[in-house]
């Protein structure tokens, strides 16, 4: 029997080999598979960390808080008939930063001429009306900008313009400078509003 035995302990021993090369693929596949997902949630973290500090930068630049520059009131005769009828309006600048507000003050009496100029060329119905007024507001942030070097300079108005100054040469105001960059000046807001 010692010859029967021996065959059954001999067949044990020659699985084992077999068993261990097995067991070390398996135990170096899931290794493998551990390594890779390691480092794909490595990679997924860090791409999350880096978008997420773009954005808390995002947010942190929008939340500083905006610097104000009133201007001295302006009184304008207005281009109703008769030239009787003038507006005292009193604007006040929304400026990005500190760094905006000196720029602007730099140019404070061009940028003052400019927006008297097309305060006069306004009628008093025009600017008793909301839509007027935004008009206005709008048609100021354009001249602000505009000795900022952020739109392109208005060409002189051609003989072809016609009597309230409005032609093809109105279309140079919609261009800006470089594309992307966000204007400094924010809003126009009016802190009075007299229309005589």
Do not use: C, H
């Amino acid at each position: 029997m010692a010859t029967a035995a021996e065959p059954a302990a001999e067949a044990p021993v020659k699985e084992t080999p077999k068993k261990k090369k097995l067991v070390i693929i398996v135990v170096a596949v899931v290794l493998l598979l551990v390594a890779v997902g390691g480092v794909g949630l490595f990679l997924m973290k860090r791409n999350q960390a880096s978008e997420d500090g773009e954005e808390v930068a995002a947010e942190a630049a929008s939340k500083t808080p905006p610097t104000f520059l009133p201007m001295e009131n302006m009184v304008v005769n207005l281009a109703d008939p008769g030239g009787e009828r003038f507006a005292q309006i009193g604007v006040t600048l929304e400026l990005a930063d500190k760094k905006t507000e000196d720029r602007v003050k730099s140019y404070l009496p061009a940028i003052r001429s400019g927006i008297l100029l097309i305060v006069s060329q306004r009628t008093s119905e025009e600017l008793l009306q909301r839509e007027g007024k935004e008009k206005l507001a709008a048609d100021i942030l354009v001249e602000v900008s505009r000795p900022l070097g952020l739109i392109a300079p208005k060409p002189a108005m051609s003989a072809k313009a016609g009597k309230d100054g409005k032609g093809k040469d109105d279309e140079s105001d919609k261009k800006s400078a470089p594309k992307g960059e966000p204007n400094p000046v924010q809003r126009v807001l009016f802190s009075s509003f007299i229309v005589q």
